[in-house]
């Protein structure tokens, strides 16, 4: 399989190469030349798969020629062992039409894992072969940090920076990250906000003196592998609901659009997709974008659900690109006159083409507390904010009663256990295999929000490339 450049100018690809290289060196998104699709046998047969044998089969189109079947299966078990629900992703029945995908059973309890512990293990297993060495380097405020470090704790020929504003994540978010005691982790308290953090990274990733001595590169969702390793679990709700005999719609609580664009390939694939509703919270670009087409950024407000305190989404790129006839000229100016003016318009034929598939909501504070209750007493069940804003969003959708909802659950409710408790009256407990973080002895590096501290500090603890 090659990968093209949603800006058209960089250089094709194979998935080996994509994986590492993170972002195109034109700027843009790496996408598949085209969509591998199944029938509606193939689909058939996959129904009664184990999780891991159900991602080999979904992945295998996307990696061929890098890996073998057997290597993506060993690396798949290896990534899909460490969750602690042998289903991986279990569904949970709401009601009659509802489902919850529970996303958070992996290590640091948000879906990011079951993209990231995958990820990790990729990078392993192509520097060995290349017998090279990748220095990722990040900024976080919340959930990717954590799934990061814990992906890649321990592996060969990986360094680890990771960048937090001092003082400014949660007591747990923090401790997630600073209890990982392996020599490749580096955790720094860096004195200012997020953005003075993500600043210093974006900085490094063009400081020639660093990307001269170090392969460095991001985690983020604009790396192809992780947005491939979450299409597997929409295909693995929607057999467990009767597909490819019948439709499933699905409700994505959305911030960078990664994980509603795996839903969206999914769709490519030939899975019978009803509709994708993207929830947001009231930082609503994309609402804004789907409903008038007007896509235009304005300043974050800070919400009880962070990881969709977004303003610009990246992965919307991959979206538009592939609506717009995978024009690479064309997006490459469209997105120049985004990021000169941070407005932009949609095109007829991304509009008409998102239309067709996607439907959205923006959910306020008070809306998410009102789910969160509703479904503490109508089941049982206890929401994190995020995944709160994704069923309010689903159940005001006006999907046919005959179709299956699913509400993807993203973060497991005790990672936001004040804003849980303020709504439901209960506060959730973390589960047990990581109950004693409070107890466990942290480890980080305090430096000033100066970035020649922080080159320094990554020159001195890093591993060159080959
Ligand atoms: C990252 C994250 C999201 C947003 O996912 P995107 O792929 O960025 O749209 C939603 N909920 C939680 C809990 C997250 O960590």
Redesign the pocket.
Same mark, same amino acid.
């Given at each position: 399989m090659k990968y093209i450049s949603t800006r058209g100018s960089a250089q094709a690809l194979d998935f080996e190469g994509v994986t590492l290289a993170g972002l195109a060196s034109d700027g843009g998104l790496y996408v598949p030349e085209s969509w591998p699709r199944f029938t509606e046998a193939e689909i058939a047969d996959m129904a009664g798969l184990s999780y891991v044998e159900l991602a080999v089969r979904v992945m295998s189109p996307f990696v061929a020629g890098s890996l073998t079947e057997d290597e993506l299966r060993d690396l798949c078990t290896r990534a899909y062992g460490r969750f602690s629900h042998v289903a991986v992703t279990p569904l949970v029945q709401l009601d009659q039409q509802h489902q919850l995908l529970e996303l958070?059973h992996g290590p640091t309890l948000?879906?990011?894992d079951v993209a990231l512990q995958l990820l990790g293990r990729l990078f392993e297993h192509f520097l060995q072969k290349r017998d090279d060495h990748l220095t990722i380097v990040g900024a976080t405020s &919340? %959930?990717?940090g954590s799934a990061a470090i814990d992906a890649v704790a321990g592996r060969e020929r990986v360094d680890i920076f990771m960048l937090h504003p001092r003082g400014r994540v949660s007591d747990v978010q923090r401790r997630q990250m600073t209890t990982v005691r392996a020599p490749n982790v580096h955790n720094l308290a860096i004195e200012g906000s997020f953005d003075d953090a993500q600043a210093m990274v974006k900085r490094m990733f063009v400081d020639q003196a660093m990307t001269g001595k170090y392969r460095i590169t991001a985690v983020n969702?604009i790396n192809w592998a992780r947005l491939m390793a979450?299409v597997v679990y929409y295909f693995a709700s929607a057999l467990q609901l009767g597909a490819p005999h019948r439709k499933v719609a699905f409700s994505?609580?959305?911030?960078?659009? &990664? %994980?509603?664009?795996a839903g969206y390939v999914a769709a490519q694939m030939g899975l019978p997709v009803e509709r994708l509703i993207v929830a947001t919270n009231v930082n609503d670009i994309l609402h804004r974008a789907l409903s008038t087409g007007d896509y235009s950024a304005g300043t974050v407000t800070p919400t009880a659900?962070p990881?969709?305190d977004?303003q610009v989404?990246s992965?919307f790129e991959r979206l538009l690109f592939d609506l717009g006839g995978r024009d690479g000229a064309a997006m490459a100016e469209q997105m120049r006159g985004f990021e000169a003016t941070k407005a932009m318009q949609l095109t007829n034929a991304q509009r008409e083409g998102a239309a067709a598939l996607f439907s959205s909501a923006r959910v306020d504070a008070e809306a998410m507390a009102r789910a969160m209750s509703w479904t503490y007493e109508n089941c049982g069940e206890v929401l994190?904010p995020?995944?709160a804003i994704g069923l309010h969003a689903a159940r005001e959708a006006g999907v046919d009663a005959a179709i299956p909802v699913v509400t993807l659950a993203?973060?497991h409710p005790a990672?936001f256990s004040d804003a849980v408790e303020r709504a439901t009256g209960v506060r959730p407990a973390l589960p047990s295999r990581i109950g004693d973080l409070f107890e466990r002895s942290e480890s980080f590096a305090e430096l000033p929000g100066e970035y020649d501290a922080v080159a320094a500090y990554v020159s001195q603890h890093g591993t060159p490339s080959a």
């Open positions: 958070f948000a879906f990011k &919340g %959930d990717t969702s979450q994505v609580p959305t911030g960078n659009f &990664g %994980d509603v664009f659900a990881s969709m977004i989404s992965n994190d995020h995944t993203t973060a990672k």
